[in-house]
């Protein structure tokens, strides 16, 4: 069993940036991929990127290319998505997902295990 409890979120203008943080129980975090993903009001959840076990690999979607950085700290047992240059439409629930076997997808049925998910708002 795996519970991920994400942080960070907030209300921030356009053109601002935020960094959301996603913390992992359990011993074996390190050899998961993970990978984070948005709903926002009236839509279907999406993807946004995901990253390898090692860190090695990152994946995101064209939305945020560019502009969001996935990252973990493995010692931490921590995910991270430095997101830059926000604009209205990133406005969403955030999510971070595990997947325990295999590698990252950016297929949400891929995924095992679900935070809570946290806020982002962005003003125009």
């Known amino acids: 069993q795996v519970q991920l409890v994400e942080s960070g979120g907030g209300l921030v203008q356009a053109g601002g940036s935020l960094r959301l943080s996603c913390a992992a129980s359990g011993r074996t975090f390190s050899s998961y991929a993970m990978g984070w993903f948005r709903q926002a009001p009236g839509k279907e959840r999406e993807f946004v990127a995901a990253?390898?076990?090692?860190?090695?690999?990152?994946y995101y979607a064209d939305s945020v290319k560019g502009r969001f950085t996935i990252s973990r700290d493995n010692a931490k047992n921590t995910v991270y998505l430095r997101m830059n240059s926000l604009k209205p439409e990133d406005t969403a629930v955030y999510y971070c997902a595990v997947r325990s076997k295999y590698g990252p997808s950016p297929s949400q049925v891929a995924y095992d295990y679900w935070g809570q998910g946290t806020q982002v708002t962005v003003s125009s």
């Open positions: 990253i390898t076990w090692s860190g090695a690999g990152t």
